[in-house]
T-cell receptor
Framework: DGGITQSPKYLFRKEGQNVTLSCEQN?????MYWYRQDPGQGLRLIYY???????QKGDIAEGYSVSREKKESFPLTVTSAQKNPTAFYLC????????????FGPGTRLTVL | GDSVTQMEGPVTLSEEACLTI???????????LFWYVQYPGEGLQLLLK?????DKGSNKGFEATYRKETTSFHLEKGSVQVSDSAVYFC???????????FGKGTKLSVIP
């Protein structure tokens, strides 16, 4: 089965701790994206990567970091510098031949206590 | 910059009623336009898309037509089902960009 997996589905952390969210895809897509969703809001882009070992900041990158060491994986670290980290985080990927279209994972709900 | 405005919800309809969710956009050039659907507790799924003016995207009984003259991409369905209950997002990618800009979403509840 091809798709995008995010783990875990629910994550709880204490304030001041860094936490890493996993995103893996076996669709052979070059591009990968991280979005944040808050209640009643649309999705906002955190970071994106169009190729291995390269990534760019999105609209709300402050307090987050990413890496792209493998094509299949694009982990997101929520650092203690992120002032309001509680949110629903969505990972997506896209292929070169249809770059407009993004395919989303099931999301991780992060709650910082 | 690019932006998407969609009608505020929530929208509550009876089964078999007609649905229209309005979406208008601001973008330079010719963006690609999308509707995504999010079922409770899940990620987003692409519902339909249109890449040029007057294109009609359709899927699962939903339709939307790319109207350049009114900068709109309204989502329509002739007869909704309880299983259509979800949040619907209008989105665009600007000319020369693959970054999605989303509206805030419209929650649809369909009651039997």
């Amino acid at each position: 089965d091809g798709g995008i997996t995010q783990s875990p589905k629910y994550l709880f952390r204490k304030e001041g701790q860094n936490v890493t969210l996993s995103c893996e895809q076996n669709l052979n897509h070059d591009a990968m994206y991280w979005y944040r969703q808050d209640p009643g809001q649309g999705l906002r882009l955190i970071y994106y990567s169009q190729i291995v070992n390269d990534f760019q900041k999105g609209d709300i990158a402050e307090g987050y970091s990413v890496s792209r060491e493998k094509k299949e994986s694009f982990p997101l670290t929520v650092t203690s510098a992120q002032k309001n980290p509680t949110a629903f985080y969505l990972c997506a990927s896209g292929e070169d031949r249809d770059p407009d279209t993004q395919y989303f994972g099931p999301g991780t709900r992060l709650t910082v206590l | 910059g690019d932006s998407v405005t969609q009608m505020e919800g929530p929208v509550t309809l009876s089964e078999e009623a007609c649905l229209t969710i309005n979406c208008t956009y601001t973008a330079t050039g010719y963006p690609s336009l999308f509707w995504y659907v999010q079922y409770p507790g899940e990620g987003l799924q692409l519902l339909l898309k249109a890449t040029k003016a007057d294109d009609k995207g359709s899927n699962k009984g939903f339709e939307a037509t790319y109207r350049k003259e009114t900068t709109s991409f309204h989502l329509e369905k002739g007869s909704v089902q309880v299983s259509d209950s979800a949040v619907y997002f209008c989105a665009l990618t600007g000319a020369g960009s693959y970054q999605l800009t989303f509206g805030k979403g419209t929650k649809l509840s369909v009651i039997p």
